[in-house]
């Protein structure tokens, strides 16, 4: 859980398939899929051996570059509702505070998905603003992409993207 004192900010991504909701949650929920959404100049890799069942406890680890500073980073499933969405918190990463909320909801012609992270970096406000804000929309950008194009039917559907970024006392 993280700390009430530690000031964090959040960035929401959404995006609406012309998927039903029983095929959406299935690829979300496959670890593996994670390199398929992670953008190529992170260098990500999943180091847990698969296949990784998923329920609450579950620890998964990965390395990844982040500016060329390779990072170990493992998160931990703290929420499991199958299929309308699930929680993953760092155990040990980069950040002070992570977690990531992802939910799915049937909406009509297909699943409205979300991402939902607080977050805290070492060094406060000011590294945020100045890094860490500007690399979590570049790599939401990406994973929002990825998304749309993996699941747009015959290659050709209608999204929908939403971002939000704010600060949280």
Do not use: K
């Not at 982040?66 to 309308?84: A, D, F, V, Y």
């Not at 992409?145 to 939000?164: C, D, K, Y």
């Amino acid at each position: 859980m993280a700390d009430p004192a530690v000031r964090t900010s959040e960035l929401t991504r959404e995006v609406r398939l012309p998927r039903p909701i029983e095929e959406v949650f299935p690829f979300f929920a496959d670890a593996a899929n994670l390199d398929r959404l992670t953008p190529p100049w992170l260098h990500f890799r999943i180091l847990t051996e698969r296949p990784i069942p998923m329920a609450v406890g579950t620890r998964i680890d990965y390395r990844l570059r982040l500016h060329g500073i390779p990072i170990r980073w493992q998160s931990e499933i703290t929420e499991w509702n199958p299929p309308h969405g699930f929680v993953d918190e760092q155990r040990r990463g980069p950040y002070r505070v992570w977690i990531h909320r992802h939910s799915f909801e049937a909406c009509p012609g297909g699943t409205l998905v979300g991402d939902h992270v607080r977050y805290a970096v070492p060094g406060g406000p000011l590294v945020d603003r100045l890094f860490a804000r500007r690399d979590l929309r570049r790599i939401f950008d990406y994973r929002t992409e990825q998304i749309q194009r993996l699941f747009r039917p015959g290659r050709a559907g209608s999204t929908r993207s939403v971002s939000n970024e704010v600060e949280v006392p």
